[in-house]
Each structure stands twice: as C-alpha cells, then as structure tokens.
C-alpha cells in the first residue's frame, strides 16, 4: 500500500509543477499581447477537461478502445481529408476544424487512432516466415502512408515525423525480425539521399513534383537558425537571470511564444531556474513511465504506452532543441507546457487509457 502511495506521489509532483508552470506562463503571455488575452483561462480548461477524462476512463473497458481502434483510425482518415476542404488555415497550414469555442485539429488525434490501432494490429501478428514478414511491412507502410499523406497536405511536417517514430518503434517491439531494419535503413538513406540531391542540383524537378510551397517550407527547414523567433528565443535564454518570478513584467517578445516557444517563455517568468525544473520534472516523469511500461503484460497494452512514451520523449527532445536552436522549427508543443487545446486533450487521453488498463487489474485482483 505504501508502495502505491509513493508511487502516485512520484508521478503527481513533477506532473503538477509542469501543469503550474504552464499556467503561470499562460497568465503571463496576456501581458505580452491581446491575442493571448484567454490563453490562461483556456489552458485551464483543457487540464479541467483532462482530468475529468481520466476519472471518467475508469468505467470504461479499455479493451473496447482496441476492438474499435480501426473503426476510429478510419475516422480520423475522414477528419484529415475533411480539415482539408473546411479547415481554418493559420500560420500558413490548414490544420484545424473550426468548432466555435474550439479549434480541433485531426492530425494531433490521429496520433491516439493510430496508436490504438497499430498496438492492436501489430500485437496479433506471428510472423513465421519471409513472405508473411513482407506483406506485413506493405500493411504497415499503408496505414502509415495514408495519415501522413493527407496531414503532408496541410502541411504539418511535425505529425508525420511522430507517426514515422511510433511506427519504427512499435515495429522493433514486433515479431518481425530484426534485419528488416538494415533494408528499412537502406531504403530510407536512398530516399533521403535521393531528395537532397534533388533538392541541391535539381530544383526545378522537384519543383515541379512537389510545388514551389513545399520548397519555401524546406528553405525554412533548413535555415532555421535564420530569423526573429529562434534569435528571441536565445536571447530569452541567454540573458534571464538564474531566479526570478515576474508574471506581470513582459520581458523579450517571442513570437509564438505560448505554444511552440514555451520553454524560452519559462525563463521570462521564473528565469533558467525554469527551465531546469522543466527538465528536472520532465526526467522523473521520463523514469515513472518507463518502469510503469514495463509492468504491463498485455502485448497491445504495452506496445500503446510505448507510443505514448515516444511521443512523450520526442516532444520534449525536439522542443527543446527548438527553442536552444539545434533543431528546426517544426510546431512541435512541449508536453502539458505548451498551450493548445488538441495536444493537451490528447495527451491526456493517453493517460486516461494507461490508467484505467492498470485500474481494471487492480479491482480484478480485488
């Protein structure tokens, strides 16, 4: 019993001290300018909301999510081809439905669809021989080419690279044998290789296959260390004092600064002592996960939490590196930091599933 009790307090400390130093730096972005004025009190509502869902997840049978996991993937296929035709188009990517007091965005669901539905997939496969493992690969391919297609579309490059890494990560922890992953490896070097060269010595073919908007985005990409939002962020970085509390007191202006700059705005409000708590918080909860992963006994279970897991770790890898300007800047929110509604109801959702497949186990035992 005590065991449980600690256990609980290890994960609810460092997960609180984020959700506080979200909403402190929410409540601080309406003072950098009006278009954040309702940044504070929305955040809250979507952690209201989150924490609603978890409580509510434990009447439901979490083996239901998975028998119905291909009926909500195709869903979602319907919502991504939908935001394309219907969806508001901000910061030059039609990413989002419209719903009046919310803005969903299909691509950040599609992460909970895919997951349930890959872990389903993947978990009832017993490969036994070469021609079993290479259909296999080719259904594995499909279902991931189709979502990344059509978030491709919006564009919202950020998706694809986490429906890529839960796919590779998931496909490790199949049957499938591991030198398949030296041909994966090759095909994707050729590919990538064969993009550059494309990209450096023949534009105007890739141009013509791929459109001029595409190539701006690349330029982007690839010159991310040029322009006003990593330079602020830096300097945010850079000259912020060890320890400070300022929520009212604006200090360098970051565009964007709530959502995918939300680290470089912890230090305008409590300085790096911020950002190291951050990451502190972040290595426990890190830890908590992956030794509560390895618990689980259910092969669909545990290959679920180990794509929450890398979503969880990508996140936090990549945003931060944004924000320390080694890593282009790609919209990827850091976990339960970042303001949006989508991500945050989806991460929550994660929980919400992982929580109560550990609930049912327990009153089973009970």
Partial sequence: MKTNKLKKITFLIPFSILLFISLAIMYHAKFITNTYASHFKKQLLWYIIGIVIIFLFKKIKIKK?????????????????LVLF???????????????????????????????????????????????????????LGIFLIPSFLVFLEPDTGAIIFYGAITLVLLWNSTLRKRWFLIIGIFLMI??????????????FLISILGTSFFYRMDRLLNFREGMQIEHALIAIGSAD???????????????????????LTSNVFGLFGNI?????????????INDWKTKKKKEEKLFYLSFITIFL?????????????????????PFISYGGSSTIVLFLYLAIIFSSKQKKKTHRV
């Avoid at 502190?280 to 830890?287: G, M």
């Avoid at 990508?314 to 850091?334: H, T, W």
């Fill in 191 to 204: 590919f990538i290789c064969g993009f550059f060269y494309c990209y450096f010595l023949e534009k105007d």
């Fill in 86 to 140: 219907i969806g508001s188009n901000i910061n030059g990517a039609k990413a989002w439905i419209d719903l009046k007091y919310f803005n969903l965005q299909p691509s950040e669901l599609m992460k909970l669809s895919y997951s349930l539905f890959l872990a389903k997939f993947i978990s009832k496969k017993k490969l036994k021989n070469k021609k079993e493992e290479l259909l296999f690969l080719i259904e594995i």
């Fill in 277 to 289: 708590m951050i990451i502190i918080c972040f290595f426990l909860l890190d830890w908590w996960f």
């Fill in 242 to 264: 060890f320890l400070k509390f300022s929520l009212t007191k604006t200090g360098i202006y970051i565009p964007e600064s709530p959502t995918d700059f939300a680290f470089a």
């Fill in 314 to 334: 990508l996140s936090q890898i990549i945003n931060i590196s944004m924000n320390l300007g080694i890593f282009p800047i790609i919209g990827i929110p850091l």
């Fill in 65 to 81: 999510l998975f028998d119905y996991s291909f009926l909500f993937y195709l869903i979602n296929i319907g919502l991504l081809i």
